[in-house]
Each structure stands twice: as C-alpha cells, then as structure tokens.
C-alpha cells in the first residue's frame, strides 16, 4: 500500500500579512517587550479572498484586542514561495510575520523553490479546513460515484481546477486517482493561484470539476452556482449537513488542510516566545472563536517546539506524496 493511499494528511496554509501597530490596551508596550514596540507586519503569500487571506483578515480582527491596530498586505504567487522568498530576507526582525500552511509545503517541492520552511522561525499552527469537491450547476456529474466512474474510463478527460501546483487541491487529486486504481501522475490538473480564477475555470467549462477549501466555496454553493459532491472530512460538516464525506460518498480519501503563522529566521528565543504568545492569547479571544464557528474552520492551535516538529514531519510526508503524483 503506499502512503499515497494511507495519506490521512494535516491542515493549509494561513496566507496574510497583517501590520499591527503594537500599542497594545495596555501600558505593558515598553522597552522591555521584545518586541520593542515595533509595528508588526505579517504577510500573506496569496492573491485576496482565499484561505490565506481570509485567515489574515480574522487575524487582524482578533489580535486588535491584543496589540491594537492591524493591517492586512498580500504577496501572491507560485503558492506561496513567491512570498517566502521575500520574507526570508527579514533575517532576524522580529516585527515581520508570514501566513503558511500545507499549501506552501507542497510548493516549495513542487517548484523546486530553493527556501523552504526551513529558512523561517515556525510559531504557531491556528486552524484546518477541509476541501469539497464541487461542479456546475449543470453538471452531468451527480455524485462522486459518477466522478470515480470517469476518473476509471478516461483519466485525462476528467480536468481538475484547484490552487496551486503541490497544494492540498492537487494533494485530493492525486489520492482520487489513487482511490479509483488510476495513475496519479496522468492527472490532468488546472493550477489556480486564486479562488476567482479557479472558479472561472470552472464554470467557463474549461474544467470538468473543481477542488477548494469550504471556505472559499460556500458562498458559490450557496447561491446554486455550483453543486458540492463530497468533502474530505471525516465526518459531515454542520454547514454543509446534506454533503457526503468522500467515504460516506465511496472513496476511502480523507485531508485536511492546515494553517499557521511563522517568523523570519534569526529572531532570539525571547522574541519567539513573545510572539508565540501573542498568537495562542489571540486563538483564546471571544472575535476568533466565533470566526471558527462562522467560517467552519477547525481549531487546530499548536506552538513552540510541538509545532517546529509538526513542521518537519509535514515537509517530509508531504514531499513523500508529490513524488507518487509525479511533482517531487
């Protein structure tokens, strides 16, 4: 059995910059915070309105009760390692923070981007999301059955459009293939780096199906203009009661998607572990709690060293799956 069959992944990628004025509520912002009382910035590696972003945007929301003003920039791009390019010449600034996640994990080996991860100071894991599979309205596809069925009859006639080249999209993608016995690396999959060009594809008719995080999609499932088929969690979502996981749905696939937050490299462990801080008392707040529940998103908080080893193991079994899709 190969691990693309046993992959039960983790979570993708928080995606924003946020500039946050450190004038905290309270009078604590002195020279002995070490964060100096600099405004801090956290970037988000993606085009507006996905995931990323929209993490970003709940972040500048819920850190307001804890460092006062924030800012939202994006830096969109090749899933991400656009963004990390740029940030890794932030050596040693504690102000400078960067969204990533799964995403950009699969990115790096699918671009063969020359930094990855390693190259930053992991803080803090935040949320998973999940990802559905949606088609037109007018779709002859009714079901994932009737998916898996032309998966099996004509791999490369089934055109998927989803994120970024190595994302979690492309990740699902390759795990259908692999589910319905075809070759993962003959799939024919259509890269997005936004949302709003994903869904154009879709229903322009240029793609066959589409593959994205809930998130993005709900408000197109909700309108009618696209159908949901299946969702990669392991249990029904409570915004989406009448869609089949993938399971339920006749394919043994499951994936998660996760979102996190690091630092530029070089920061010193008192700066770590005020940041660290900063964004596990902002998971805490009453504003973040309720964009969870709003948005469908999972609480997923992990920090410090647990999260470091998370970070490792990601970047190897994720590597580990991109090269049985064809893209290590």
Do not use: C
Request: hydrophobic share 40%.
């Amino acid at each position: 059995m190969t691990l693309l069959r046993r992959w039960v992944p983790a979570v993708v990628a928080v995606a924003a910059t946020v500039a946050i004025v450190v004038t905290a509520p309270n009078d604590d912002a002195t020279a002995e915070n070490p964060l100096g009382g600099q405004q801090l910035r956290i970037m988000a590696p993606a085009s507006p309105g996905g995931g990323w972003d929209q993490t970003a945007r709940a972040m500048q929301e819920s850190l307001r009760e804890i460092v006062g003003r924030t800012e939202v920039y994006n830096v969109s791009g090749a899933g991400g390692t656009i963004g990390l390019s740029q940030f890794v010449r932030f050596d040693g600034d504690p102000s400078q923070l960067m969204a990533t996640g799964l995403i950009m994990v699969g990115a790096v080996v699918a671009n063969h981007s020359p930094y990855s991860l390693d190259d930053t100071t992991p803080l803090a894991r935040l949320t998973t999301d999940y990802q559905i599979i949606v088609v037109p309205k007018d779709s002859p596809l009714t079901t994932l059955a009737d998916v898996a069925d032309a998966m099996r009859a004509d791999l490369r006639a089934v055109s998927i459009a989803g994120g970024s080249a190595g994302g979690a999209e492309q990740i699902l993608a390759g795990l259908m293939a692999n589910a319905v016995g075809a070759d993962p690396s003959q799939l024919s999959y259509v890269a997005h780096s936004g949302g709003g060009e994903m869904l154009s594809t879709l229903l322009s008719g240029r793609s066959t199906l589409a593959i994205s995080g809930v998130s993005e999609i709900q408000p197109q499932i909700d309108s009618g203009e696209v159908r949901a088929l299946a969702v990669s969690s392991p249990e029904r979502l409570d915004g989406l009661p009448d869609v089949p996981t993938m399971r339920e749905a006749g394919m043994d696939v499951e994936l998660q998607n996760w979102r996190g937050v690091v630092a530029p490299k070089g920061i010193t462990d008192e700066q770590e572990s005020a940041l660290e801080t900063a964004l596990v008392d902002m998971t805490k707040t009453q504003t973040w709690q309720d964009i969870l529940a709003d948005r469908g998103w999972g609480e997923a908080t992990l920090a410090g060293e647990e999260f470091e080893v998370f970070v490792r193991e990601e970047q190897a079994r994720v590597k580990q799956v991109l090269d049985e899709i064809g893209l290590g």
